[in-house]
């Protein structure tokens, strides 16, 4: 059976978290290259924080301990639940505490 792959908003880029490790789709042809996404990607990594890009499945929402969403208009948002899916245990994780400082704190400086 094919997995379903959850990939992004018409507007925005989607991350899990799972055991501290932030996971995007690698950029081909199934997702667009966003700004805000790329941003992320380099202060995750300035923060220490391990980055994959590697795909994912809706399936796979089930593990992951955060997520969240990048866009150029909304910036970090921490995601909640997915359909019936609650993420984590429901509230912003460390990780994306983290990502939202570093961004905002990025927006100050740019």
């Known amino acids: 059976m094919k997995r379903k792959l959850f990939l992004e908003g018409t507007t925005f880029s989607f991350f899990i978290v799972k055991d501290n490790v932030v996971i995007t789709h690698p950029l081909d042809d199934k997702i667009l290259p966003g700004i805000t996404r790329r941003v992320v990607l380099e202060l995750a990594e300035k923060q220490g924080i391990t980055v994959k890009q590697e795909h994912f ?3 796979d929402l089930k593990d992951a301990n955060e997520a969240f969403i990048t866009s150029s208009t ?3 948002v921490p ?6 899916i609650t993420i984590g245990n429901g509230q912003v ?3 994306t505490k983290k990502l939202i400082n570093a961004f905002s704190e990025y927006q100050a400086n740019y």
């Open 57 to 59: 499945s809706y399936a």
């Open 74 to 76: 909304r910036n970090v």
């Open 79 to 84: 995601v909640f639940a997915v359909d019936d």
């Open 93 to 95: 994780g460390e990780i």
